[in-house]
């Protein structure tokens, strides 16, 4: 993550945001994945990942951001994962997956204004992922490209080489 981007999160009633200034990648993925994951597991079900201001998403942000609109699916639970003010690029990143029957976009936060501003007072700086040890961060990148794998025939050709090299530099790191 570079010194430019940051990402600041926060929950106000039901809903838990994700401000993403820069971008978001594999880098600030971690722990923006723990916060999401604890969210849900206290049982919220709305999230909001505002994207006004990203310059970027890689496959990892994207394999988190799914796996989550999955598991908020699969509890039958009214929510899911929204993806508002995407630039066009960004939006065409999720839409090219095939992801966008479980991430929802939002062209305009239009009708996430008011939140967006009331919540804008309690966003607090996501922890940074410097803790996150070398083979905890494979693991990351590892379990979000097995979700985007799964979603699709097609995601599975694009990212199926990719997880078998990763598993092979994690089994060889193993056994040193």
Request: net charge negative; with cysteine.
């Amino acid at each position: 993550m570079s010194a430019c981007d940051s990402i600041t999160v926060g929950c106000l009633e039901s809903t838990t945001w994700v401000q993403v200034d820069g971008r978001a990648g594999q880098g600030n993925c971690g722990n923006v994945k723990k916060f999401l994951r604890d969210r849900f597991d206290e049982g919220l079900r709305n999230f909001v990942i505002d994207l006004e201001n990203c310059s970027g998403i890689d496959s990892t942000f994207i394999g988190m951001l799914y796996r989550l609109a999955v598991d908020v699916e699969q509890t039958g639970e009214q929510g899911g994962v929204h993806v508002v003010d995407a630039c066009e690029r960004n939006a065409k990143s999720i839409t090219k997956l095939g992801l966008d029957s479980k991430i929802q976009l939002h062209a305009e936060a239009s009708e996430w204004s008011e939140l967006k501003e009331r919540i804008s007072s309690v966003l607090l700086p996501a922890a940074g992922d410097s803790a996150l040890e070398k083979t905890e961060r494979a693991d990351m990148i590892i379990e979000c490209h097995e979700a985007l794998a799964e979603a699709n025939s097609e995601n599975r050709k694009r990212f199926n080489p990719l997880l078998s090299l990763l598993r092979k530099e994690q089994d060889e790191e193993e056994t040193e």
